[in-house]
């Protein structure tokens, strides 16, 4: 199995017809994603690339069983667009695009929160199980396997997974939390699936400095039964400046590298100090 | 003429087929865009927030002219984003309107925290009985807004006691009731005709940040005057995510180095300097992260973080690498994981840059994923050898920033 979505999970695409919605559709279905439905308002009752369009969510979810929706939508136009998908009912919801406001993302998160909706997002790379991706990161960068990957970032995760594939270690999902100040969904979200999924036998946590998400999860991890292995971005940075990241930033001493390791070594993750150790420490945890 | 300006390809070079949505739908690369105090209180008064009287000026001649329209003693504050500007002598009082114009020539003549003084705020002296402090921001990992505010104001919010601070967070649908402002009045000691006062600022200090799009704004010192509780100070960060609907904003961005300014203007992905000497490029916010860790930890110093993007194309990325030449770096180490973008773009850029401007300095390449053996083949035509090891890379990198020799 895998967490959130698997093989038979049926997406939709929001903003289908665009450059970047068509070509990442492509890569999805190359992916063996199953993508049933998309929305492309004026485009309603026509088909993109063997999909079938609506005008809305709702008329896509009354025609369709739709389990996952991903966001190919401009930055000024995705609270509209992930309200929307909440309030069809959609339960799983991925949202690509960077530069939200921080303001609408509040509202896209705490909306979701109280209609039992996963947003993962905004910002991201979205995720991956074995044949269902949501999202851009290249199919290449995935294999099957018992490690789950939860991470910040994006390049790093393609990075760390690369090298685990190299070794011959799969994947049972990837998640990509996005960069942004307001992520729909936290490492703690996450561990807590991926402790639950029978198939997941250790967890690669790929963090960053800025804000208090690892030191939340450090928390969680203490009552976890499987094995963490950690890798954080940005022992170099400077304090005060944003690391591409909007999250990326120590700011009043707080979120720093130091302080994220020292908790998450305390919490018994193990703590890879380069991304091409990962691997090598998953090997020892999985022999 | 700067490099980067040298870098223009016709369209035929350029190939969009693979893009990454995250840099089309990309507004601009400037986080937080903070606001001068007087812009702030120009946001406050729009909303009824009480503010001394006063008035920008950029001479020491509107300055007097302010201070006479004024009536009473002023205050010239200096206009310059850092805080503690009274600590650098960029705060002065005048009794009088010709006292005004000397003091506003001696604070437009400093530079106050490394940043040179350019416009002024003259305004009444207020009668301050008390200061308070507050302030409306966003707790991302609470998910909410988050109100702090303080009877003992003036200082900073970190050097206060844990136990003097009220702290809140707000339910983004309900917003800030009347019922919890009123009770945050309470909770720092205000009564009657203050409390009211208090209770009204907060509420609209709120309904600032949700509708133009402030990731900060705080007050302080908020003072008590009499019945009177005014706003002495502003400080409005306006998320940049947003400025696609406020195009009223005046953009300030002096806390920029002048590369960065150039970064900016290249339309470079985000760039940070930081001062070494191994110029760095990479694809990605986390693993430009982490290769500056990497250069650090095997005893490099990098100058910067530039996180090309993904899909950024060869003349993005040309443009790009100009930035970096901008630097005079001892080495270039560009590290790219190619999925979205792609290794012969890069290695077309490279070479583009290479021929056509010429790279003084040695260039270490770390290249791996789409379309790599082309960008390898494209390397090599240009006497560049790439490698697949993240490691070995920044390991070469470090060393030759250290002889300063050949590649």
Redesign the interface.
Known sequence: MAILVNSESKVLIQGITG???T??LKQMQAFGTQVVAGVAPGKGGGVHEGVPLYESVFEACENHQIDASVL?I???FCKDAALEAIEAGIKVIVI?????????E??I???A?LKGATIIGP?TFGMASWKCKLG???N??FSPGPVGIV?????????IV?SLTNVGIGQTSVVGLG?????GSTFVDMLKLFEADPETKAVVL?G??G???EE?AAEYIKTMSKPVVA?L??????PG????????IIE?GKGTYEGKIQALEAAGARIA????EVAQIIQELLA | MLLYHHIQMNDEHLRWDNINPQIILREGQIYNVKCFEYMGKEIFADYGIPVPQGRMVTTPEAAEQVAAEIGKSVVIKSQVLSGKRGKGGGIKFSDTPAGARTAAEEILAMTVQGHQVKCLLVEEKLRIEHELYVAITIDGAAKAPVLITSAKGGMDIEEQAEEDIVKVHLDVFLGLQPYLAKDLARRIGLKGAQAKAYADIVQKMYKIMIERDAELVEINPLVLSGDQVIAADAKVTIDDSALFRHKELTIVDEDKTEIEKLAQAAGVGSFVELGGDIAIMANGAGITMGTLDMIQLFGGSPANFMDAGGGTGVEGTAKAIGILLEQKPKVIFINIFGGITRCDDVANALAYVKKNIGIPVPVVVRMVGTNEEAGVQILREVGIDAYREMKEAAQKAVELSKVGGVA
Do not use: C, W
């Not at chain 1, 400046?241 to 990326?248: E, I, L, P, V």
């Not at chain 1, 100090?273 to 091409?276: L, N, S």
């Open positions: 450059k970047q919605g070509f990442h190919f401009p930055a000024a690509i695009t960077e530069h939200i406001p921080v303001v609408d509040l509202i998160v705490n909306r929160k910002n851009i990161l290249p290449v960068a991470a910040r970032s994006g390049t790093l995760t393609y990075e690369g960069g942004d100040r307001v992520p790929v960053e400095i804000g208090n998400a939340e890798y971005a940005g022992k170099s940075a400077p400046k944003r690391m591409g990241h909007a999250g990326a009043r100090i380069f991304p091409y």
